[in-house]
């Protein structure tokens, strides 16, 4: 079936835009991640839903970054007025609340602040 | 809070050689352990886990084996493919991984060379 996607691919913003990555989890997937990716490092936790409620958001760095998933399936990151040192790949995950937990990942949206 | 620690790369292989990927961890209670792999031009895809303590988890002739009491969840390969060329990430988790966000190690870039 289908995996997880994200769009856009890539996006570039001038320093101060806002800008909105979506992502579509696979169907069915009760909870739904957020993770930042900056060059060279391993992903950063920003944010989690389990269907509609954001039951943690303890990764988001500043309040400029704002989560959405108001209908429990797509969801929306909002990075307002974007500085430079929000330049990384952001990546989404969805799972099911089952045993096997596993986190399945979509291709990510590279975001370049200019 | 919850850490992970990886051996640096890149680390260079020849086909067929014997590989180990150190990757230890700091966190409270329990976690479970995970090694992600992301293929050139491709998304992040789980490897294998292991839930609890002396567990072994194996995929693809990859095996690691979850040690609580050197904190430790080394990846290793008796040989080597250039098709295995990729990052890996350990990472960990305070549930079984689908119900919170996970922590990753900096990643391991893997070269094998022919």
């Known amino acids: 079936g289908a995996g997880v996607s994200q769009s856009p691919r890539y996006k570039v913003a001038k320093r101060g835009q806002d800008v909105a990555l979506r992502c579509d989890p696979i169907s069915g997937h009760v909870s739904l991640f957020w993770y930042q990716q900056a060059l060279g490092q391993g992903p950063e936790f920003l944010t989690y839903f389990q269907n509609e409620a954001q039951l943690d958001k303890s990764g988001l760095p500043s309040d400029r970054f704002f989560a959405e998933r108001p209908e429990g399936s797509v969801s929306t990151l909002k990075i307002q007025r974007t500085q430079q040192e929000d330049s990384a790949v952001y990546l989404c995950?969805?799972?099911?609340?089952?045993?096997?937990?596993?986190?399945?990942f979509g291709p990510g949206t590279r975001l370049t602040v200019t | 809070g919850n850490s992970v620690t990886q051996m640096e790369g890149p680390v260079t292989l020849s086909e067929e050689a014997f590989l180990t990927i150190n990757c230890t961890y700091t966190a409270t209670g329990y976690p479970s352990l995970f090694w992600y792999v992301q293929y050139p031009g491709e998304g992040l895809q789980l490897l294998l886990k292991?839930?609890?303590?002396?567990d072994k988890g194996s995929n693809k002739g990859f095996e690691a084996t979850y040690r609580k009491e050197t904190t430790s969840f080394h990846l290793e390969k008796g040989s080597v493919q250039v098709s295995d060329s990729a990052v890996y990430f350990c990472a960990l988790s305070d549930s079984g991984g689908g119900a919170d966000g996970l922590t990753f190690g900096k990643g391991t870039h893997l070269i094998i060379q022919p």
């Open positions: 292991a839930t609890k303590a002396d």
């Open positions: 995950a969805s799972s099911l609340m089952d045993s096997s937990y596993e986190q399945y």
